[in-house]
């Protein structure tokens, strides 16, 4: 296990400024000064694609970096144009010829996954799709009740955690049915709800804790986060939370990276929001923790997705070589995996970027 000294608060502050400051340096190289994308490391496969662009536009703005009007026109209108008029999703042709794992259609009509990721990044700039995702246009609440998955994992359309934000898409453009479709979606998420670890789904939740922290991470990032409703079982949330993070197989050194140590903290991060249930224990958990996370920070500026090494592939996507470099996605969450972390530890202490969108946190008050 790799060991790391803590900091004082004051030398935390100093060095999250440091951090900021090297990320927005970082991302400025990564942008592509001929257009409207980004890069997603170095040493990227393809210079500029839409997995890369949905992140760096993301951290353009958590980071508070400027943008012009003229600018953000040209940011919407390049990630607009990626989605599929007829099936409202997004495909992105620079994902052809590096696909590791056959998939036809999803590069044809689009992939559920990212398209949540685009329309994040567009809310970021303050809007949203112009067309409606017609396959959760079609269903009722009856029907997509019988169709959503509450085990998988990313780019199955009926993922809960990556459809309940298409939902709300498709609840801006008033197309008819949201609005019912997404009553249902929150009322069915406490449903789901394990009443004896508070996460999801209901009676399938055993030790390790790691797979289900991850769907909880989805269900709250996507669904329950951004509708704002009162949570259930704050504080078995928190239990399992703090049984979890002592299990080094999934969160040491050599075994984590982003994903583990991001699902993890905003689980524990989103319910503290709710409840002050064994608090002080997550604080002095967080204290331990974040010295950790600090670590993963390279000297390029930014984060690898792994400690040590770049995202190599992303929903059977090629996205790098796996060198010792900083990505986006690797950036994108340790970024707000050490706001969390720190808002946690030192509540006193100011972090110097705002959460991205993708990674939606509930601001909701404390019951």
């Known amino acids: 296990m790799r060991t790391f000294a803590s900091s004082t608060p004051t030398e935390l502050e100093l060095r999250l400024r440091t951090i900021g400051e090297g990320a927005a340096l970082w991302l400025r190289r990564r942008r592509n000064s001929g257009g409207p994308g980004f890069s997603f490391c170095e040493h990227a496969l393809v210079p500029v694609e839409l997995n890369a662009t949905t992140c760096g536009i993301e951290l353009w703005v958590m980071l508070g970096l400027p943008l012009s009007s003229a600018e953000r026109t040209q940011w919407v209108d390049h990630l607009q144009s990626f989605q599929n008029p007829r099936t409202g999703l997004v495909a992105d042709p620079t994902w052809k010829n590096r696909q590791a794992a056959g998939n036809d259609s999803r590069l044809r009509d689009g992939d559920t996954f990212f398209t949540m990721t685009s329309s994040a990044a567009l809310e970021a700039l303050g809007t949203h799709f112009r067309h409606p995702i017609a396959y959760l246009a079609k269903e009722n609440a009856g029907t997509l009740s019988q169709r959503t998955d ?206 991205s969108r993708v990674h939606a946190v509930s601001g909701g008050a404390k019951p």
């Not at 922290?213 to 939370?241: A, G, K």
């Not at 979890?244 to 140590?261: I, K, L, Q, T, V």
């Not at 903290?265 to 010295?291: D, G, K």
Request: aromatic share 12%; hydrophobic share 40%.
């Open 150 to 355: 509450w085990i998988g994992g990313c780019h199955h359309p009926y993922t809960v955690g990556d459809y309940g934000r298409l939902i709300l898409a498709n609840l801006r453009l008033g197309v008819p049915g949201a609005e019912s479709q997404w009553l249902w979606l929150n009322k069915a998420l406490h449903e789901q709800q394990d009443s004896a670890t508070g996460l999801w789904p209901s009676g399938g939740v055993t030790a390790p804790f790691t797979p289900s922290i991850n769907r909880t991470f989805h269900m709250l990032r996507s669904s329950w986060n951004l509708s704002q409703e009162p949570y259930s079982l704050p504080e078995r949330m928190v239990d399992s939370c703090l049984a979890a993070c002592e299990d080094d197989s999934f969160y040491g050194w050599e075994s984590g990276f982003a994903c583990n140590d991001l699902d993890l903290a905003i689980v524990a991060y989103s319910a503290a929001q709710w409840t002050s249930h064994r608090i002080e224990e997550l604080r002095q958990w967080a204290v331990r923790r974040l010295p950790m996370l600090l670590a993963v920070w390279k000297t390029d500026g930014g984060f690898t997705f792994y400690h040590e090494r770049a995202m190599e592939i992303h929903g059977g996507i090629r996205m790098s070589g796996g060198g010792s470099e900083s990505d986006m996605w690797g950036t994108l969450m340790y970024l707000g995996a050490i706001k969390m972390m720190t808002n946690l530890a030192y509540p006193e202490l100011p972090v110097p970027w705002a959460f």
